[in-house]
């Protein structure tokens, strides 16, 4: 069969007419929309990607209706059959239903109509999922999430046929399966649907937007603004221990869209779910916006829904992965299907921004409604623009209070920084107060480990959050931060830590050579004030960008420091000797420590110590201030692993034994390269000849970083005044110095 052939004759038959089926919408629709079919099926064979994406969605439903529909018997945790089947027809009926209103093929509907009669069948006497794992059951999957995620995209594929069905088949299908859906996931489970967090989310954008096709004034109310009387007496925790919602806490579509969002459009629990969660954010908005257009859900505090796409792309490497901030999935990227519809409904809703042209365009599809035309429509038109990341500060905490999330990035992502002070981030945030990841084109330098799950792989904890996602991954030493007397920042205590963010004190990227943010947290550990500044900069002196680092503590008490660093790669060189065992034990007994080995323990003779590796064809060097007493600890992930749930990376630790006052200064150089072909390494050796703190007290901070050539750079940061504003002057061996503003550097 020549299905190319096939397709371009369809598409002149419906250009010529468009109204062969006599019971098409008559509605305006919920996403896509009467005027925008209209607009679709007159431009047919005139947009490519659209009709690229058209065809590739009409391949693979035809392929599913062609083997049958299958609503197996609830059985599996996530990644089983029964897990998958359901999920994969919750894909179908959404896309049936687009195919049905663009194609206007009654095979479509009949194809919707007949699962859904199927699931109205069966859901009747359906008990709760047979898997008791989750805190909120559902009944067609083990947790009421994916029940959520199920009536999301059913309830479009029944806007979609609304109007071709016979009352008596709505009737039918209203009382024995959507109103019962929609109660079980809200007014059965208020334990999942009155909450801040994403979970919640699904299930407001369900229950809303089957009630908008259902016109159940009722259900619209409560996706709106949650369950009065939720019967919830104390706080609710989730599948992975989290403590997530207080009794009395305002629920609800508006509740969720306005307490994890910041004024700038970053979303608390991290970019990982906030990619997650966009979808039934943006696609109950645009139902909203057609339907209700009096609710402004789209302009609602600021028009903060488009503007978190913003945000969104740029919180992503240079490859479009995703930061792994929080429980954060390495590898989730803008090519998932929640950033299709983000970009489009960006795009289509708001000020039609050419760059996300170039985004619609590197992820090759879009969606089968208006706003995948608007998007395609503009790709064809040739009014795409490069979308160029940029160094940002972005706020935490719904009125932008509560700390934040920085980024610095020199070049074409050369150098990227991400540092983060947020606030906790729900019950999917880590205890990593002032932690950072380091990326050079893409490339983990020094990492974030992310979470510990293997989604939706059956064999690893049935596809979900594994044990050693609490006793690792949240864990403060799994990140780059100082720990202190091995325990975890807020004692990794959740109620804890959610009372607390880390506070701003500068961010200033107007110069692309000195880039520079500072932040401080003062409620981690008792008694102890934190205090890191971090620098992004290009000098002549180097081949690259390199990493300044500058991490105080002040404390009440004498305690042991550690400061990790997580790279990838092969040791080359160290100017510390280092004793191994041949008998790997773990470096501790609990907070994360059981599930690191000690490789290896080196005493520091110089003033500096020095660790080079290489990775993916580059080199590497760390160097850092050392005390007398100062150990490095080389490390590995795996310890006390017994179902080999981890990642075997390697860490070096700079551990501190005793100090109360103390300052961990370091610079991380990126230099040369390795060619395999020629064998020929290419600026092998760091360009540090010595690195000294030349003042550390109360009100600055100065450090100096001397190259091999003798050339010597200073840099000093205010401890106290941090406004731009202020002159400083200074001291330091011998010479004056005199600037404004909460930073300097110079040449010595």
Avoid at 87 to 105: R, S, T, Y
Avoid at 319 to 339: I, R, T, V, W
Avoid at 544 to 558: A, M, Q
Avoid at 610 to 628: C, G, H, I, P, Q
């Amino acid at each position: 069969m020549n299905t190319s052939k096939n397709f371009s004759t369809l598409l002149i038959v419906l250009c010529l007419i468009v109204s062969s089926c006599s019971r098409a919408q008559e509605r305006g629709g919920l996403i896509l929309t009467k005027e925008g079919i209209e607009r679709i099926q007159t431009n047919l064979g005139t947009i490519p990607l659209f009709d690229d994406s058209l065809r590739s969605v009409q391949e693979e439903v035809d392929a599913e209706i062609a083997r049958g529909i299958d609503t197996p018997i609830p059985r599996d945790l996530s990644g089983g059959y029964t897990h998958e089947r359901h999920k994969q027809n919750w894909f179908m009926l959404q896309k049936a239903g687009v195919l049905f209103q663009i194609l206007q093929d009654e095979k479509y509907a009949n194809y919707i109509r007949d699962m859904f009669f199927q699931y109205e069948a069966m859901y009747q006497g359906l008990p709760l999922h047979p898997q008791t794992r989750s805190y909120a059951r559902g009944k067609i999957f083990w947790q009421c999430l994916n029940d959520a995620n199920w009536l999301v995209y059913a309830s479009q594929a029944y806007d979609a046929i609304y109007d071709w069905l016979s009352e008596e088949d709505r009737n039918t299908l209203e009382n024995n399966l959507f109103r019962p859906f929609a109660d079980h996931i809200s007014i059965e489970s208020p334990q999942f649907f009155n909450r801040i967090h994403n979970h919640s989310t699904w299930g407001a954008a369900a229950v809303g937007m089957i009630g908008l096709v259902m016109e159940d004034e009722e259900l619209i109310q409560r996706a709106l603004y949650g369950i009065e009387d939720d019967g919830l007496e104390s706080g609710v925790t989730d599948d992975d221990g989290g403590f997530i919602r207080v009794a009395g806490q305002e629920a609800g579509f508006f509740a969720n869209l306005n307490e994890p969002f910041s004024p700038d459009g970053y979303y608390t629990e991290g970019p990982y779910y906030q990619r997650y969660a966009m979808y039934p954010f943006l696609v109950f908005a645009q139902a909203l916006h057609n339907a209700r257009p009096d609710l402004g859900v789209l302009e609602y505090k600021n028009g903060v829904l488009l503007n978190a796409v913003d945000v969104l792309l740029n919180l992503t490497d240079a490859n479009g992965d995703f930061f792994p901030l929080n429980d954060g999935q390495k590898g989730m990227s803008y090519h998932a299907n929640e950033l299709v519809t983000a970009v489009g409904i960006a795009y289509h809703q708001g000020d039609q921004d050419p760059r996300l042209l170039s985004i619609a365009q590197d992820q090759g599809r879009v969606l089968l409604d208006d706003t995948g035309f608007a998007i395609a429509a503009g790709i064809r038109d040739g009014l795409a623009q490069n979308f160029d990341k940029d160094s940002v500060n972005y706020s935490d905490g719904a009125e932008g209070n509560e700390g934040g999330l920085a980024l610095l990035r020199y070049g074409d992502e050369e150098l990227t920084l991400l540092f983060k002070y947020t606030a906790q981030g729900l019950s999917h945030g880590h205890y990593d107060k002032l932690s950072f990841s380091l990326y050079g084109q893409g490339d983990e330098i020094l990492q974030d480990y992310g979470m510990s799950r293997f989604v939706n792989i059956g064999q690893k904890g049935g596809g979900n959050y594994l044990p050693e996602n609490a006793s690792w991954a949240k864990q403060t030493i799994a990140h780059n931060t100082v720990v202190q007397n091995e325990a975890s920042h807020f004692g990794g205590v959740y109620e804890v830590g959610s009372q607390y963010h880390s506070d701003f004190r500068f961010f200033d990227a107007s110069d692309e050579n000195l880039q520079v943010v500072s932040a401080s947290e003062s409620n981690a550990y008792p008694g102890t004030v934190m205090q890191r500044t971090m620098a992004v900069i290009k000098d002549e002196e180097f081949e690259n960008p390199y990493l300044l680092d500058l991490f105080r503590t002040t404390s009440e008490t004498d305690n042991q420091y550690d400061l990790p660093f997580y790279y990838h790669g092969q040791i080359l060189q160290a100017n510390f000797d280092f004793e191994t065992s041949d008998a790997l034990e773990a470096l501790g007994g609990g907070n994360g420590y059981q599930h690191l080995y000690l490789e290896a323990e080196g005493i520091v003779a110089a003033k500096n110590a020095k660790f080079s590796w290489m990775d993916n064809r580059k080199f590497y060097t760390l160097t850092t201030v050392a005390d007398e007493e100062d150990k490095i600890l080389l490390a590995r992930i795996g310890a006390n692993d017994p179902e080999f749930n981890l990642r075997k990376d390697p860490v070096i630790i700079v551990r501190r034994p005793e100090a109360r006052n103390t300052l961990f200064a370091s610079v991380l150089e990126s230099h040369g390269s390795y060619n395999p072909v020629t064998e020929l390494a290419l600026n092998s050796n760091s360009n540090i000849a010595e690195l000294s703190v030349l003042r550390d007290d109360a009100n600055y901070t100065a450090v100096s970083i001397e190259s091999l050539r003798g050339d010597t750079r200073l840099f000093i940061v205010s401890n106290q005044d941090v406004r731009t504003s202020t002159t400083h002057r200074l001291e330091i061996q011998g010479q004056e110095y005199s600037w404004s503003g909460p930073f300097h550097y110079a040449s010595l």
